[in-house]
């Protein structure tokens, strides 16, 4: 498995609700709370939004929230906002020997 | 403040060889894990290596293992990332990230572009 798998694009309105799916297997999400989503503006570096599917660090508006079932983990915005308008990736501790975390392929936030 | 700074990068030709340096500091440095991340261009972003707070543990994806090393100086409260026999496709930008346990990466750096060509 080269990544988790998330959906290439998600859209919303502001003051909507949307959600991003990250799936992977049980050697990584399925077997582990190490689940972390990150934001990314064009050109900046990632920001840790969730850890631990589903804590948020200080600072982080409580808008953002994580959950997970199964194999999937997914981060929830809600009240979107223009500012929400980034790049979403998730990870994953996994016991998979080649690697110690595993990302998602990332997805495109566009807020109409 | 926590503060990470990446150098070192720049143009090497394929085959060459690169060493990325980060400069941590507004923490206890020696008391964390420390990760380097690599996004290529237009691309996600893909874990690469991480070292144990003491240095005693290290570990690399195995798609890059026997090119990379990385290593730290807790004197110097520094990270380093040793490339070696590169190639095209190790175009990206390093990023350097604390951390804070359980792969939680609380913190990461600007960013270093490595771009291998000839």
């Known amino acids: 498995q080269s990544a988790l798998t998330q959906p290439a694009s998600v859209s919303g309105s502001p003051g909507q609700s949307i959600t991003i799916s990250c799936t992977g297997t049980s050697s990584d999400v399925g077997a582990y709370d190490y689940v972390s989503w990150y934001q990314q503006y064009p050109g900046k570096a990632p920001k840790l939004m969730i850890y631990?599917?589903?804590n948020r660090p200080s600072g982080v508006s409580s808008r953002f929230s994580g959950s997970k079932s199964g194999n999937t983990a997914s981060l929830t915005i809600s009240g979107l906002q223009a500012e929400d308008e980034a790049d979403y990736y998730c990870?994953?501790?996994?016991?998979?020997?080649?690697?110690?975390?595993?990302f998602g392929g990332g997805t495109r936030l566009t807020v109409l | 403040e926590v503060q990470l700074v990446e150098s070192g990068g720049g143009l090497v030709q394929p085959g060459g060889s690169l060493r990325l340096s980060c400069a941590a500091s507004g923490f206890t440095f020696s008391n964390y894990w420390m990760t380097w991340v690599r996004q290529a261009p237009g691309k996600g972003l893909k874990w690469v290596a991480h070292i144990k707070g003491d240095g005693s543990q290290k570990s690399y994806v195995d798609s890059l293992k026997g090119r990379l090393t990385i290593s730290r100086d807790n004197a110097k409260n520094s990270l380093y990332l040793q490339m070696d026999s590169l190639r095209a496709d190790d175009t990206a930008v390093y990023y350097c990230v604390r951390d804070m346990g359980y792969y939680r990466f609380d913190y990461w750096g600007q960013g270093a572009l490595v771009t291998v060509s000839s």
């Open positions: 631990a599917v589903t």
């Open positions: 990870t994953s501790f996994t016991s998979d020997t080649t690697r110690e975390a595993i």
